[in-house]
């Protein structure tokens, strides 16, 4: 194992989600249902998928589009993204 990515992606991660719309929905459901397993299970459940799904897309794409286009079209639509929620498009 690298651990190298590991920690990177893991602290990439960790820090992008502390505050976002996921984890404000966890402490709304968890307050909400008082059902703090049943939350955490479905919650890690859904992340998990989510990033499954993430790295098989991005597995796939780098088969037939170069790294480092693949990165510039991610910088774009993250951009875009954040465009749209700036003029609440979103």
Not at 12 to 17: H, P, Q, T, V, Y
Not at 22 to 51: C, D, N, R
């Amino acid at each position: 194992m690298n651990w190298s990515v590991f920690g990177t992606v893991f602290s990439l991660i960790f820090l992008a989600e502390l505050g976002d719309k996921t984890q404000l929905a966890v402490i709304s459901s968890a307050a909400a249902t008082k059902k703090s397993l049943e939350v955490f299970l479905a919650a890690s459940l859904a992340m998990s998928l989510v990033t499954l799904l993430g790295v098989l897309a991005g597995t796939a794409l780098l088969k037939i589009i170069p790294e480092v286009i693949l990165k510039k079209i991610g910088a774009v639509l993250f951009v875009f993204l954040g465009i749209l929620l700036w003029f609440n498009r979103l």
